[in-house]
Nanobody, 124 residues
Framework: VQLQASGGGLVQAGGSLRLTCTAS????????MGWFRQAPGKEREFVST???????DYADSVKGRFTISRDGAKNTVYLQMNSLKPEDTGIYSC???????????????????WGQGTLVTVSS
């Protein structure tokens, strides 16, 4: 299984970016996919997830600004990020949960495979 995240970059506050997570070795529509981020000097935190049913969830800090989606034909998961803030800066990684460990899908421990991450920098 390999996950490749891309789409990061430098953007001004209020701007938008779309992150892409392309998977190989599994079908994203069959598993729970997640996006996490890690800001400098901080722990990795949950951003968003989409279940195999298509149920989505978001961290409170991004709700209403970020949208997770997937394209089964491209085996890709997206994270559309709008109204970006400087505090959104960090390395964004996508991950997949291939086994059920617990109902706490916001915990990074629940995910088995990770992409390498893509850097998002939001300037004020």
């Amino acid at each position: 299984v390999q996950l490749q995240a891309s789409g990061g970059g430098l953007v001004q506050a209020g701007g938008s970016l779309r992150l892409t997570c392309t998977a190989s070795g599994l079908t994203v529509s069959n598993y729970r996919m997640g996006w996490f981020r890690q800001a400098p000097g901080k722990e990795r935190e949950f951003v968003s997830t989409i279940s195999w049913r298509g149920t989505m969830d978001y961290a409170d800090s991004v709700k209403g600004r970020f949208t997770i989606s997937r394209d089964g034909a491209k085996n890709t998961v997206y994270l559309q990020m709008n109204s970006l803030k400087p505090e959104d800066t960090g390395i964004y990684s996508c991950a997949v949960r291939t086994s059920y460990y617990s109902s706490d899908y916001r915990s990074a421990d629940q995910y088995d495979y990770w992409g390498q991450g893509t850097l998002v920098t939001v300037s004020s």
